[in-house]
């Protein structure tokens, strides 16, 4: 049986102006229902709000007391602002794990890139890959770069792009991404996390090299299970599936980058 | 120690164990909240809607939240009532609750044939939408006009061996009008209400939330006018009706009674909350028990208006 929980805040800070980490007490969340990087937490923001709002993990804890889950979310509107002002030691109703993440075999080399609020989720992918992958991490200036150091301490090679250049390459992650894919290393597959745009990039450099690639999606969503078909993605043979149930992770092909 | 109430109620001869249904297009077949509690608790369960071909639905977004409530324009995604029938409907009857198979159609001609199939199917109910707001053709024009309500219910009733429950719309000027055409047409149940349309925009892009412009609104923010249109339905016309709307807890559920229902449907309140049926279940009892009643039944149209 699936549960939601009450989960009290042990720990958060500011990790730029906009961001938030979290860390949760889950009770036995992770053991019952983790299957790897990529899921989310369907989290409950006051009493006014009808609607939970989805947050990617990015690290997680299994532990006899008490798995604790740490997430990430930009404060983005008012549910976000009303998590991100919660205190320490109080408790939120939290629905989870929830979704299907990536897929990443063992022994093998992974290119993860992500943008913005896209970086957290791959973290957890970084751990997944015993230290080998590769990150290209994109943010719009450097007052919105996060977790940097828990990237370089989990991956081999760390690469970082800005829009407006203030810190590593000045550009978008998708230049960066074709000259690793032109470069000697050789990747089983990419997986990536951003913003729509950015993931369709991702997605055709990705095609022109050959190079499998995995995405997590982001739709309006509303009750997380699969039950209310709200969160649709368009799927390249017409159909559609659905971010909270399908996802949020889909391989690249699967989905209509023209929708 | 208050003691036992009879939760059981009975809707057009169906009988509920309690009077608490989950709404359609908020719990799909059942199978995700099946996966949180054991769906024989409630009273019964009104499907996604139906059509008689698969249906994609409308392109995302297709939700956005709003004071007290939220908008959808999901837009009638479903596998077909075929798929329904071999798929899904084994899997409900493993549970011990009423399955009430929600429909719609594009002509007249669909509503009998769905309705023929899951008659042969043993479905314990059917419910005709004839107001679903999102959706080009059909849907909520049925509900709008009294004399294409009567007809649509009319060709239900002529292909069903089992009981046929009409949803109305809110989207009207005159909800009773269109109650009586359908009850005078041979409906043994009515359903009320459908979602009240509505819209949001982002005032920075200029661009409203939904892909389709505009959706249907449900949550709280509905509860007043269902608990009103209940009211006014069941003081013009016979037949039973399931009331929803905004049902969040076993307050709302009692006021929809006292209004004049027979049982309660619970939809958004579900994405908050799981297990917002079985609690909205619990605390009607409650207030039943501490009101001193025998039976929750007792509670249908009781208001004492001024």
Request: with cysteine.
């Amino acid at each position: 049986m699936k549960v939601e929980q009450t989960c009290k805040i042990l720990s958060k800070r500011q990790l730029n102006a906009y961001a938030v980490e979290m860390d949760l007490a889950v009770g036995d969340m992770v053991r019952a229902s983790l299957t790897g990087p990529g899921q989310f937490v369907h989290v409950k923001c006051g009493e006014g709000r009808l609607l939970r709002r989805p947050i990617s993990v990015c690290k997680w804890r299994a532990c006899e007391d008490s798995d604790t889950l740490t997430i990430v979310f930009e404060v983005r509107g008012e549910g976000t602002q009303w998590l991100a002002r919660r205190p320490v030691g109080h408790s939120v109703d939290v629905l989870g794990l929830l979704g299907r993440g990536f897929q990443i075999e063992a022994g093998e080399t992974y290119l993860l890139v992500g943008g913005g609020i896209g970086v957290p989720p791959l973290l957890g992918c970084a751990g997944s890959c015993d230290g080998a992958a590769t990150a290209i991490l994109g943010f719009r200036s450097k007052d919105r770069a996060l977790l940097l150091d828990e990237f370089s301490g989990s991956c081999a090679d760390v690469q970082v792009a800005t829009d407006d250049g203030t810190l590593g390459h000045r550009g978008y992650v998708d230049q960066l991404l074709r000259q690793e894919l032109a470069g000697e290393r050789r990747y089983r597959g990419i997986l990536a996390c951003g913003p729509k745009p950015m993931l369709k990039s991702v997605v055709k450099a990705a095609a022109e090299y050959g190079v499998p690639c995995q995405v997590s999606m982001e739709e309006r969503m509303a009750c997380g299970v699969g039950a209310c078909l709200g969160c649709a993605v368009q799927m390249a043979g017409g159909g559609m599936k659905h971010v909270c149930k399908d996802g949020p992770v889909f391989d690249a092909g699967e989905v209509d980058w023209n929708a | 120690m208050p003691k036992q109430v009879d939760l059981s109620v009975e809707l057009a001869g169906v009988k509920l164990k309690n009077p608490v249904v989950a709404a359609s297009g908020t719990f799909g077949f059942g199978r995700e909240y099946g996966q949180f509690y054991d769906l024989s608790q409630l009273g019964g369960i009104c499907c996604k809607g139906l059509t008689l071909h698969r249906r994609e639905g409308n392109p995302p977004p297709r939700i956005a939240e709003t004071p007290m409530g939220i908008l959808n324009s999901v837009g009638l995604q479903n596998p077909g009532v075929e798929d329904f029938i071999s798929q899904e409907l084994p899997e409900l009857r493993r549970h011990d609750l009423a399955v009430i198979a929600n429909i719609s159609g594009d002509t007249p001609e669909e509503y009998g044939i769905m309705c023929r199939l899951l008659s042969a199917a043993g479905v314990d109910m059917i419910e005709v939408n004839i107001s679903c707001p999102n959706v080009k053709a059909g849907g909520l024009a049925y509900g709008t006009r009294p004399e294409l309500a009567a007809e649509v219910t009319q060709v239900a009733k002529a292909h069903s061996t089992v009981p046929v429950m009409v949803k109305l719309s809110p989207n009207v000027t005159d909800i009773v009008q269109i109650a009586k055409a359908v009850e005078e047409a041979g409906a043994d149940a009515l359903s009320l209400i459908n979602t009240l349309r509505g819209m949001r925009i982002d005032v920075n892009t200029r661009r409203p939330i939904l892909k389709r412009n505009t959706g249907g609104l449900s949550g709280p923010a509905v509860l007043p006018v269902a608990v009103r249109m209940v009211w006014e339905v069941s003081c013009a016309v016979k037949l039973p009706i399931l009331g929803m709307g905004g049902v969040s807890k076993g307050e709302d559920a009692a006021q929809l009674m006292l209004a004049g229902a027979s049982a309660v449907a619970v939809g958004a309140a579900c994405f908050a909350d799981p297990y917002a049926p079985l609690k909205v279940r619990d605390g009607l009892a409650e207030i039943a028990a501490v009101q001193g009643l025998d039976r929750v039944s007792a509670l249908t149209g009781a208001v004492m208006p001024w």
